[in-house]
Nanobody
């Protein structure tokens, strides 16, 4: 089973940028589709973006054009570059292995908090 550790969150003003990282254990990382999710206070966890082992990507409409997902298979790490951040992007961000772009497969890590001030 892949274990995941998210990092890179913080407090940023609206319009700013952050880069999240998700470090994965396990040699099967390179063949997994990886995804980012987020959960805002009082809301359900929602899918944000995903990237296949070959580098194909897909994004939720709410972040398309602002967020970029990427991966470094040599480092077993997936990234989420977040630009033009909005207060509504405030949430705990999680990564996971995924199926069919949006279905999470593994256990959740501790996540990383992103807070965007207006």
């Amino acid at each position: 089973q892949v274990q995941l550790v998210e990092s890179g969150g913080g407090l940023v003003q609206a319009g700013g940028s952050l880069r999240l990282s998700c470090a994965a254990s396990g040699s099967i990382f390179s063949i997994n589709t990886m995804g980012w999710y987020r959960q805002a206070p009082g809301k359900q966890r929602e899918w944000v973006a995903a990237i296949t082992s070959g580098g194909s990507t897909n994004y939720a409409d709410s972040v398309k054009g602002r967020f970029t997902i990427s991966r470094d298979n040599a480092k077993n790490t997936v990234y989420l570059q977040m630009n033009s951040l909005k207060p509504e992007d405030t949430a705990v961000y999680y990564c996971n292995t995924v199926a069919r772009w949006v279905v999470p497969l593994g256990s959740w890590g501790q996540g990383t908090q992103v807070t965007v001030s207006s």
